[in-house]
């Protein structure tokens, strides 16, 4: 008996609110020279593994720059021991196989720990890698690119600063995460709500600067950031937009200011560490209504996908839908294993039979309509309309009110109100459960039919070429474009299925780049490769970038390698490195 996407409840147990979600152990230490009495192996890596150093820096300079760090921001904010380093690896690796591994971690709790701390990152030359919560694990986890680089922690630094009403915003620290805003807004009794992500550990701020995708109507076009605080790499503070003006009340209002819009530059870039940044908030609308629509023919997807472009752009549908195929909105309510217990792609008749017993169809779009009850109801016959005009569909809806959300049985309900939880975290384990991983693929295609059923066409092929199931996904970023997602699933106890994934992913990324499609974001072990995939006039981007990160970072110490993007130092010391 298997569970309906409509029965979804609580199948995972929430972590706790706020704070420590992802259990990072602070360690009190006597004294800053007490930090260096390490061990010689770290754990979760290789056997034969030492000590990670950064490039071209000696033991004695990094001991030299944690003495200092521990000086700056306090001996208990510096670690090194591997306990504390545990999180800071792809947590979908094979077991002992990590080489971009951290030689410690900081973790300031104020803008000017972060001046400090990046002061001395240049005296030494140590190369700095900034984490919010670092939960973005499809894409890499909490691991940094360059081995021996030093984490920057920002999970002390974890306070919404300023939540207004009037204005409807936010001010918030990177360590704020989705469970934090949330009950900070109802703490205050706020009319408010937050566009949030599916699992409520993650960052706002850091989800944020990856252009990672919310759902409510500011998501579109990834609207709700305004105003960053940065700190430049040689320690210097800035503020962006208005906020290059003192007590300027417009910085979290209003996204420009004079000249060159600058906020932009420090998203998905490593040209500067973002402090604090504005967040929009909605008003709570007098109805919310959670839809769901079936497609039971997957050859009706692709007019599906065109009507949805249609509605986008007439504004009635106004947030960003999900668009799940069998597999992938399976793998967030049970597991392959309760399938299918064969080697290779899952056989068409299961996932058929997935489909019929739990409801899914062959594709699933979960998705809300707010506002009014006059202007929802309006809305709904407008959809009903449009969409069941095509064969094989069906879609249902309920509406509810504001003291409904909280407690919505369905996750995928709640998120779309701004309710976080861990409920769908399942989907890590479709294929090896506990120990289940996965590397995700996330192509921006036209929001056309032909040009998904030409995506889906190409990564399905990829995907059985390889042995492996294709779980794939649309999420739109606006009425004009869709992120295709393709969640490329294995068990992280078998090596050669976890070499085979990431395998896969890199060829994707290849063969999408032929097509002329580019990844809205992508995986620490592929990023060069996503980057090299932008290559109009002989990569004249890459050269922009790299100018911009020279005369910024000329140190090259702020997240070398973020986004392909290379400073001269760690050009000139071999890197990128071939993978």
């Given amino acids: 008996m298997h569970t309906s996407v409509h029965a979804l409840h609580h199948r995972v147990r929430a972590a706790p609110h706020g704070g420590n979600l992802a259990h990072h152990r602070t360690h009190t230490i006597a004294s800053p020279l007490a930090l260096f009495r390490r061990p010689e192996k770290m754990s979760n890596t290789s056997e034969t593994t030492t000590r990670p150093l950064p490039p ?3 033991e004695a300079d990094l001991d030299n720059a944690l003495a200092a760090f521990a000086e700056a921001i306090g001996a208990e904010n510096v670690a090194t021991d591997a306990e504390s ?11 002992g196989t990590a080489t971009n591994v951290p030689s410690g971690v900081v973790s300031p709790r104020s803008t000017e720990h972060v001046q400090a701390i990046v002061k001395i990152a240049n005296q030494y030359k140590i190369p700095l890698w900034p984490i919010g919560r670092g939960k973005n694990n499809g894409y890499g986890g909490a691991a940094p690119q360059v081995r021996g680089s030093v984490m920057l922690s920002f999970r002390e630094m974890n306070k919404v600063l300023e939540i207004n009403e009037e204005l409807g915003y936010a001010i918030v620290e990177p360590g704020v995460s989705w469970y934090d805003l949330h009950d900070a807004i109802e703490a205050g009794g706020h009319n408010l709500v937050a566009s949030i ?14 252009h990672g995708l919310t759902y409510m109507p500011y998501s579109i076009d990834q609207a709700s950031h305004c105003g960053f605080e940065v700190v430049l790499p040689n320690g210097d503070l800035m503020r962006t937009g208005s906020g290059a003006m003192d007590n300027n009340p417009t910085w979290p209002l209003y996204k420009r200011g004079l000249g060159p819009t600058s906020t932009e530059m420090f998203m998905q870039s490593n040209y500067g560490i973002v402090t604090k940044m504005g967040y929009w908030l909605m008003p709570k609308p007098e109805t919310y209504m959670p839809l769901w629509l079936r497609v039971w023919d997957e050859e009706q997807m692709p007019a599906v996908v065109d009507a949805l472009r249609e509605l986008m752009l007439d504004g009635t549908i106004d947030m960003r839908p999900q668009l799940s195929n069998t597999l992938c909105m399976a793998s967030m309510l049970t597991t392959r294993a309760e399938w299918y217990a064969g080697e290779g792609p899952m056989p068409e008749e299961v996932i058929d039979k997935i489909a019929k017993e739990m409801g899914l169809g062959r594709w699933m779009m979960r998705f809300a309509l707010y506002g009014d009850e006059a202007v929802v109801d309006h809305n709904f016959a407008k959809l009903e309309a449009r969409f069941l005009q095509i064969p094989s569909v069906d879609l249902v809806g309920q509406k509810h009110g504001k003291e409904a959300w909280e407690t919505l049985p369905n996750p995928h309900e709640r998120v779309q109100i701004g309710v976080p939880s861990q409920d769908l975290y399942k989907m890590a384990g479709w294929s090896g459960g506990e120990e289940g991983g996965h590397v995700d693929f996330s192509p921006v295609i036209p929001l056309t039919g032909k040009n998904a059923i030409a995506a889906q066409k190409m990564m399905r092929e990829m995907c059985a070429e390889a042995g492996l199931d294709f779980l794939g996904g649309m999420l739109p970023i606006n009425a004009r474009s869709t992120t295709f997602i393709n969640v490329i699933a294995f068990d992280t106890k078998n090596p050669e299925q976890v070499a085979n994934a990431y395998a896969l992913a890199k060829r994707m990324v290849a063969e999408a780049g032929k097509r002329g499609y580019g990844e809205y974001r992508a995986h620490l072990s592929f990023m060069d490769l996503a980057a090299d995939q932008f290559g109009f006039n002989d990569h004249a981007l890459r050269r922009f970038n790299e100018t911009i990160k020279d005369t910024l970072d000329p ?25």
């Avoid at 380093?85 to 077991?95: A, I």
């Avoid at 992500?197 to 990856?210: A, K, P, Q, R």
């Fill in 197 to 210: 992500v599916d699992i409520g550990w993650g960052g706002v701020v850091s989800n944020t600067l990856e």
């Fill in 56 to 58: 071209g820096v000696t």
């Fill in 555 to 579: 140190n090259g110490i702020i997240a070398p390698g973020k986004s392909g993007i290379w400073g001269t130092r760690m050009r000139e010391a071999g890197f990128p490195q071939q993978m």
């Fill in 85 to 95: 380093l545990e999180d800071f690896q792809d947590p979908f690796q094979v077991p």
